[in-house]
């Protein structure tokens, strides 16, 4: 298992700021609270430039070889939530 200098395991990225975690899972929730974030906010996975909208309380696995970046948008539509008037 590869460290960080910072003497933890896993370093990810929420909206530009890096934080470093421990676990090797983590909860989409408790992610935005370390992150400083409000916690029914959207949040989103950045990979290859596509955004991958995960759920609340959606168990993500984090790997210890990249950094994964994250994206909260508070704009961010579900399909299903509005109706478009024809």
Do not use: C
């Not at 933890?8 to 909860?27: F, N, S, T």
């Not at 609270?33 to 993500?60: C, F, Y």
């Amino acid at each position: 298992m590869a460290y960080w200098d910072l003497g933890m395991k896993h370093i990810v990225d929420v909206d530009g700021q890096l934080l470093a975690i421990d676990a090797d899972v983590i909860d989409t929730t408790r992610l935005l609270e370390k992150a400083n974030r409000p916690t029914d906010s959207h949040l989103a996975m950045v990979r290859a430039g596509e955004r991958i909208l995960l759920q609340p309380r959606q168990l993500i696995r984090l790997p210890a070889d990249e950094v994964l970046f994250f994206e909260t948008d508070d704009n961010t539509v579900h399909y299903g939530d509005h109706r478009l008037a024809a």
